[in-house]
């Protein structure tokens, strides 16, 4: 059994900061692929970033590349995405989201992970 835990969200202003973090749950899951997602009211979930367990590549949407950054610990079996220069845009409900194996190319962007938190919720008003 795995359990995903995000933390962090909140309200802020524009050009606020934030960071939100996610924990799995399990001596024995080792996640291969994690990732954040975030679904703004009214639209579809999209791919925010992703970063597999090993190895130095990470993936980040258009839209947050330059103001977000994702980093892992691994011993901890945990995700964090640092959110700076925060717009109105970024209001949405982030998910993280693991899965064990390691995501090869685009496949890192596609909404196929094998678990998924409950989300938390980032407003950004102006």
């Known amino acids: 059994q795995v359990e995903l835990v995000e933390s962090g969200g909140g309200s802020v202003q524009v050009g606020d900061s934030l960071r939100l973090s996610c924990a799995a749950s399990?001596?024995?899951?080792?996640?291969?692929?994690m990732g954040w997602f975030r679904q703004p009211p009214g639209k579809e979930r999209e791919f925010v970033a992703g970063?597999?367990?090993?190895?130095?590549?990470?993936d980040y949407a258009d839209s947050v590349k330059g103001r977000f950054t994702m980093s892992r610990d691994n011993a901890k079996n945990s995700v964090y995405l640092q959110m700076n220069s925060l717009k109105p845009e970024d209001t949405a409900v982030y998910y993280c989201?693991?899965?064990?194996?390691?995501?090869?190319?685009?496949?890192?962007?596609?909404?196929?992970?094998?678990?998924w938190g409950q989300g938390t919720q980032v407003t950004v008003s102006s």
């Open positions: 399990g001596r024995t899951f080792r996640s291969g692929t």
């Open positions: 989201a693991a899965d064990s194996s390691a995501k090869i190319g685009l496949a890192m962007r596609n909404p196929d992970y094998d678990y």
């Open positions: 970063i597999r367990r090993t190895g130095p590549y990470i």
